[in-house]
């Protein structure tokens, strides 16, 4: 008997000598209803409370990726006029010649400055820019070797450590001892700023290029072409196996001992961890099969197996969702068994199953550790040429700069989340746009 | 390229047979009486299967296991003994010249004088096995779809039973592609199996499982000094376990939390907003959640105990004190709460669904007497949602063992056995990871003992999940 049914009790008149209101019975009662409506309010604010935390967790998360990676997507570039020396040049052994060099000098130059005699100046100077810019003048050069004497301005992305500063993430508070450049450096690069040499515009090259040692030259896109590779081989083998089966067990099978065992299998495959299909991965395909390390046809295969049961078990709940009429009305009008599936129930059924195949890709472009069994941890300054070429995927990416020394790749790291998660929003949202846009409520 | 393209044509082939075979099958039933069994396109499908299928077989066959085939033929004959190939080496060996015929690597830099000139012969004879065996695979594909057709194609007639036909390879591909997820748990079992039986006639099973000593060094080649390796696995079930714990500690109370206040009290807009929001937490890879913890979470907790340690020190607890002026990034505590985080959604949204499906009476019930929502809540609905909560929070305990990113980058390397979430403690999946990046010859107790690791892994999700889904089987059959 709850506390409710008492005061119920408690007030209704039982006899004539009690007058309803006051008595210690009520009080009490009126106390105990006092402290349950607290629990119930502190139960409430725990609830609550949970969900604030959820929330702002996810707040958290983001807000600290975003704050870090931003900064990636902002890129200094400076351009340098060299007078290519005819003195300096060698016509016949062009890349032996410092083109480094001859920028730095360039670019002290134009601050009014010349090299000291141990070259110590320009040294530092071409700490400051990037390497690109002496491949540019070599390759701009060799395409027209007339440019010999000429005066030839190059443009491309300042050094790194230099970007860190322009971004604020080297200060010129820290002790000159624990930064990575000195005084003299930083007043370079005020000063080159201030000349309207350095101009910042939206980092093109991070999403164009593959990896590379340099951070500045470094990008995603080697990357992101092998994760949409991997994810080609994964929807072409998982979705339609998955399909099928899943069409197999609704539709076909019979409910016997084999079929129970294959519901229990799927379910306890769709619970192992990631890392167990990574050492299938390396011990069925790369060791018995001999397909090539590295390559996304091998991460495919991989994350298509592990994209499997997710797929089989939103088909499934696809299949289920489309009522008994309608292969009742198929079979009576004559169709087969297999018509009726695959001309009728399978089509109503498409949305459902479009948006968990999206959904399992997208789970599957966001896993790591298989990938890091069947070796795509891999380093390559080129962009991924095939299936059968060595290349890395969004997330191996991020790993692989998370673990590098440069300061300059820790907000590489984040904006390399932010392509990822962006990519991941982007088949997410289509998800639901498809299934909001699609789904029939029978 | 001439596997892709002999690909094309048999799809042409194909195309081309179901024409004609759809053809045959309406000249033949135009001018009889009566109705024909099949309709055209079952007799043109009929044809092209024969045609494409058993070729398209043969083709998939060789891309899978023609380079295994191919690697046996060209190690079949050895390099000469002048190019000084030790035997430990000839995998390797027969591994670049394999990579190089195919133009996978552009040279071997490694090989000089003598064993250059055997490097370059063996490879000029890789690519010619590899061109023979590609143009006999070509050959082979076009002669069984040419004999398929062949085979098929006179069989049409008006009472050909063309749909049946089609429709019994259909539910036999259904069935084999059914298979595919059997196979797929075989696989996982053998290959842990197989590999972990090997690791296991270098090390034997008791010391791998009850040992307290995990030192996987061991020595790579036969001329080094030679350091035992120690695989006692405890250390790395106690870490494992340790960061377990911490992540249900943060995952159960808040999961569950949230996911009661979603079901029982949330109001439609609230439901609207915060459950697309969870959906996203849950979505994250966990390569962030570990970037996140190392990044961030990790110097904040040090940076906390460190100033908090500073504070104790000289005081009444001056040992505590200076110990937390050292604590590390990566204690087990910073991986166990981001994990937590990242279990919080999972555990919310098994549990939200469970606490769904609990009849509408029973809550009815409570109310008409007189109970409160939270009394309703804690004496009825989560009495009657319990097993079912049990199985949620037993399949993120499954998921927090198996969780590999957040491990990898934010707990550390050294193997201790010990319950201190501020101490470094290493995880078994970590080890999986440190042992098998870098190199993988398949032939040192180093590599082999993660799939050891492996197998235990998997040997305990299985358990964990085998009883998670029959208590949800079990509560569902009670409901519906």
Redesign the interface.
């Known amino acids: 008997m709850t506390d409710a049914a008492l005061i119920a009790g408690a007030t209704q008149p039982s006899g004539p000598g009690h007058a309803s209101g006051s008595t210690p019975k009520t009080l009490a009662a009126a106390k105990r209803l006092k402290a349950r409506h607290a629990a119930e309010f502190r139960f409430r604010l725990y609830g609550r409370t949970a969900i604030i935390v959820a929330l702002s967790f996810l707040v958290i998360l983001l807000g600290r990726i975003v704050s870090q990676g931003w900064s990636t997507f902002v890129q200094n570039r400076i351009s340098v006029a060299v007078y290519v020396d005819p003195a300096k040049v060698d016509a016949r052994a062009l890349n032996g010649v410092n083109w480094d060099y001859m920028i730095s000098t360039a670019a002290l130059a134009k601050l009014g400055l010349t090299d000291d005699d141990v070259g110590e100046r320009s040294g530092k100077m071409s700490a400051l820019l990037s390497p690109a810019l002496g491949y540019d003048l070599l390759k701009k050069i060799k395409a027209d070797p007339s440019l010999i004497g000429k005066t030839v301005t190059v443009d491309g992305p300042i050094g790194a450590d230099a970007g860190l500063y322009y971004k604020g993430l080297i200060k010129r508070s820290t002790a000159e001892g624990d930064r990575r450049l000195d005084d003299a450096q930083l007043g370079w690069l005020d000063q080159l700023k201030a000349k309207g040499q350095v101009t910042s515009k939206f980092n093109t090259d991070f999403l164009t290029h593959a990896d590379s040692t340099q951070p500045e030259q470094a990008g995603v896109a080697g990357a992101a072409i092998g994760s949409a590779l991997t994810l080609i081989v994964v929807g072409l083998l998982a979705i339609p196996i998955g399909v099928l089966t899943a069409v197999y067990l609704e539709e076909f099978a019979p409910k016997n001992r084999w079929t129970d065992l294959l519901e229990v299998n799927i379910n306890n495959l769709a619970a192992v961890p990631s890392i167990i299909y990574g050492l299938l991965g390396l011990a069925l395909f790369i060791n018995m099969m001999g397909v090539p390390r590295s390559t996304p046809l091998v991460g495919g295969l991989v994350l298509a197996l592990m994209a499997l049961p997710t797929v089989i078990i939103a088909t499934r709940s696809a299949l289920k969702a489309v009522p008994p009429s309608i292969r009742e009305a198929a079979l009576g009008v004559g169709a087969s068994r297999t018509q009726t599936v695959f001309h009728h129930v399978l089509p109503m059924a498409r949305p459902g199953i479009m948006t968990g195949a999206i959904l399992a890709l997208s789970h599957a472009m966001g896993e790591t550790a298989p990938g890091l069994m069947v070796g795509m941890v891999f380093f390559s300054s080129d962009l991924p040429r095939g299936f059968l070429s060595a290349a890395t995927v969004l997330p191996v990416q991020v790993f692989i700069w998370e673990n590098a020394s440069e300061r300059a790749f820790l907000s590489m790291t984040a904006a390399c989340i932010m392509v990822l998660l962006a990519f991941m929003i982007l088949m997410n949202g289509t998800a639901i746009y498809l299934r909001s846009r699609y789904e029939r409520r029978w | 390229m001439l596997i892709l393209m002999v690909l094309l044509a048999l799809a042409a082939l194909s195309a081309g047979a179901y024409a004609m075979g759809r053809r045959k099958a309406r000249q033949a039933t135009a001018g009889a009486a009566g109705r024909p069994h099949s309709l055209p396109g079952y007799h043109g499908a009929y044809v092209a299967l024969w045609t494409g299928l058993p070729a398209a077989i043969l083709l998939f066959a060789f891309v899978?296991?023609g380079?295994?085939i191919e690697?046996a033929l060209i190690s079949a004959d050895p390099p000469p003994a002048s190019a000084g190939i030790t035997a430990e080496r000839m995998a390797t060996y027969y591994g670049d010249v394999q990579?190089v015929a195919?133009g996978?690597s552009t040279s071997a830099v490694v090989y000089e004088g003598a064993a250059k000139t055997a490097f370059d012969a063996a490879v000029a004879h890789a690519r010619s096995t590899d061109t023979l065996a590609r143009l006999l695979a070509a050959a082979a594909a076009l002669v069984l779809a040419i004999g398929g057709f062949l085979l098929a194609f006179p069989k049409l007639s008006k009472d050909f039973r063309a749909?049946n036909r089609v429709?019994g390879l259909?539910?036999a591909?259904?069935?084999v592609?059914?298979v595919?997820?059997?196979m797929?748990?075989l696989?996982?079992v053998m290959?842990?199996l197989?590999?972990s039986l090997r690791f296991f006639q270098a090390v034997s099973p008791l010391s791998f499982l009850f040992g307290t000593d995990w030192d996987p060094q061991i020595a790579m080649r036969t001329d080094q000094v030679m350091t035992h390796g120690a695989f006692g696995a405890i250390p790395l079930f106690a870490g494992t376990f340790l960061i377990m714990i911490i992540a249900m500690a943060v995952a159960a109370?808040?999961?569950?939390?949230?996911a009661?206040?979603?079901a029982?009290?949330?109001g439609r807009t609230?439901r609207a907003v915060?459950k697309p929001?969870?959906?996203?937490?849950a979505?994250?890879?966990?390569?962030?959640?570990?970037?996140?913890a190392?990044?961030?979470v990790g110097p904040l907790f040090r940076s906390g105990f460190n100033a908090l340690g500073a504070q104790l020190v000289g005081g009444p607890l001056n040992d505590l004190g200076l110990y937390l002026g050292q604590v590390q990034n990566q204690m087990a505590l910073v991986a166990g709460a981001v994990m937590g985080?990242m279990l919080?959604?999972f555990v919310?949204s098994l549990s939200d669904d469970i606490i769904n499906a609990v009849p509408q009476a029973l809550r009815d019930g409570s109310y008409a007497?007189?109970?409160?929502?939270?009394?309703t809540?804690?004496r009825v609905i989560l009495p009657a949602a319990l097993p079912g909560v049990v199985a949620a929070l037993l399949?993120a305990m499954?998921?927090a063992?198996?969780?590999?990113?957040i491990v990898?980058?934010a707990a550390g390397l050294q193997a201790k056995l010990t319950a201190n979430p501020l101490d470094t403690v290493t995880t078994v999946?970590v080890q999986?990871?440190t042992l098998?990046?870098g190199d993988?010859e398949?032939d040192n107790p180093k590599t082999l003992a993660?799939?050891g690791l492996?197998l235990t892994?998997?040997a305990i999700?299985?358990v964990l999940?085998?009883i998670a889904?029959r208590i949800v089987q079990k509560y569902r059959e009670q409901y519906d």
Do not use: D, W
């Open positions: 899978a296991f380079g295994r690697y990579s195919n996978q749909r429709e259909t539910s591909v259904l069935i592609c059914s595919v997820a059997v797929t748990t696989g996982i290959s842990l197989y590999e109370p808040v999961g569950l939390y949230s009661i206040y979603l029982e009290y949330a609230t915060v929001a969870l959906e996203i937490l979505g994250v890879p966990t390569v962030v959640y570990g970037f996140f190392a990044l961030t985080i919080i959604p919310s007497m007189g109970a409160t929502k939270s009394e809540i804690k399949l499954s998921r063992i198996g969780e590999t990113m990898t980058l999946t999986i990871v098998l990046t993988t398949f993660a799939f492996g892994l998997f999700t299985l999940n085998i889904l």
